[in-house]
């Protein structure tokens, strides 16, 4: 079973190079732990940014989302970076994929 995180966001308009720096050292750290499978993001025309992030299991994805750094990370974007944010944590019920 894989545990998709869909992390919906953003940005204050001031959020700048401090931003993206944060974000690629937690992708790093993201990409370091047990579990990890996956990252993607996009930017709609609006601004709005989806991350998806795969993880092998929930506890994987809980680990990540307890991990000291990432709830450090996470405090400082409510402080400096996020004008709003959505988290949905699912399990994937179904894959498919072409080719196979």
């Given at each position: 079973?894989?545990?998709?995180?869909?992390?919906?966001?953003?940005?204050?308009?001031?959020?700048?190079?401090?931003?993206?720096?944060?974000?690629?050292?937690?992708?790093?750290?993201?990409?370091?732990?047990?579990?990890?499978?996956?990252?993607?993001?996009?930017?709609?025309d609006d601004g709005e940014r989806v991350?998806?992030?795969?993880?092998?299991?929930?506890?994987?994805?809980?680990?990540?989302?307890?991990?000291?750094e990432h709830r450090a990370a996470q405090?400082?974007?409510?402080?400096?970076?996020?004008?709003?944010?959505?988290?949905?944590?699912?399990?994937?019920?179904?894959?498919?994929?072409?080719?196979?």
């Open positions: 079973m894989a545990v998709v995180t869909v992390f919906r966001s953003r940005l204050r308009v001031d959020a700048g190079d401090a931003f993206v720096e944060l974000a690629a050292e937690m992708l790093e750290l993201a990409r370091s732990m047990p579990g990890f499978r996956d990252y993607k993001s996009f930017t709609a991350s998806l992030i795969v993880f092998d299991s929930l506890e994987a994805q809980e680990a990540w989302r307890d991990n000291v405090e400082r974007g409510r402080r400096s970076f996020y004008e709003s944010y959505r988290i949905q944590v699912c399990e994937l019920l179904r894959e498919r994929a072409y080719p196979p």
